[in-house]
């Protein structure tokens, strides 16, 4: 059989159906992209990386307590890719020491007065007692311990974020991925008010 050649009408109606085809093409493609773009958008996510949050109404210390160990510095810093590893070594004994210091020896334990004397604290006129003055420390209890050992485990993860600069590099990934979505989402609005303006 001869090809039948097609009328100017059907060769329009084809050229529209691969028009409307290509155009649906685009359109899933340009979905597609839009949703592999979108994250969760936190503008407080860099200063929030590098909080600890590790104080809770009871144990409002303990921040305090591990003072730099949960500065923001460990989390931006770019320092050597063994530098988690190094961490989890080390930041056990960190907070061990930090229990031993707490928890004084028997003798002290019993007699509250040498254990404010040996912290340096001694009877003044506003705290004639030692053991009064805010300054004094009780031995640590075991609920806080565990507290100390688990924000231990918090500080080792934070700063386990500045080996080979990964906490750095994800911040500015974040914020160039949050920079891009907003300047793409910026221009499809004023697009979509001109397109709107056409047809007032």
């Known amino acids: 059989m001869a090809n039948q050649q097609m009328t100017p009408e059907e060769q329009m109606d084809k050229q529209h159906q691969q028009s409307m085809e290509q155009r649906q093409q685009q359109l899933a493609a340009q979905m597609a992209r ?8 936190n503008p407080n996510f ?7 949050d590790v104080d809770s109404d009871q144990f409002d210390w303990i921040s305090d307590e591990f003072g730099p160990t949960f500065s923001k510095a460990h989390t931006h810093g770019h320092f050597h890719e063994d530098y988690g590893l190094e961490r989890d070594i080390l930041q056990p004994n960190v907070v061990e020491r930090l ?6 020896g028997r003798s002290l334990r019993e007699n509250p007065r040498l254990l404010a004397l040996a912290q ?3 009877g003044s006129e506003q705290y004639p007692n030692p053991t009064d003055d805010p300054a004094f420390r009780k031995p640590m209890t075991a609920a806080e311990r565990r507290v100390a050992r688990e924000a231990g485990k918090v500080a080792t993860v934070q700063q386990s974020l500045g080996a080979d600069g990964k906490g750095i590099d994800s911040q500015t990934t974040v914020k160039t991925e949050n920079e891009t979505i907003t300047s793409e989402s910026e221009q499809k609005r004023g697009l979509r008010q001109r397109i709107g303006g056409v047809f007032k």
């Open 120 to 122: 340096g604290i001694r």
């Open 34 to 41: 839009e949703r592999s773009q979108e994250t969760v958008r």
């Open 99 to 104: 229990i031993a210091e707490s928890n004084p």
């Open 46 to 52: 860099h200063s929030e990386i590098g909080d600890a």
